[in-house]
């Protein structure tokens, strides 16, 4: 078993993806309707990574 059970291998990660993608473009107020060219302004080394996405959603720390 990949990861021993504790993270999303290749498709459990594509199937989660995939229905937040799904999730947002059904929502007529989602920035992907809104505002289709938005792209994050914080990045961090060049990207704008998932962890920065929870960051700033204060649902997690950064990393020290």
Do not use: C
Not at 31 to 59: K, R
Request: glycine share 14%; hydrophobic share 40%.
């Amino acid at each position: 078993m990949r990861e021993d059970g504790k993270r999303l291998g290749p498709v459990g990660g594509r199937i989660v993806a995939e229905v937040f993608i799904g999730l947002l473009e059904g929502d007529h107020l989602s920035y992907l309707t809104q505002d289709p060219g938005w792209t994050p302004t914080l990045v961090t080394n060049g990207n704008f990574t998932m962890t920065d996405l929870l960051h700033v959603a204060g649902v997690v720390h950064p990393l020290t």
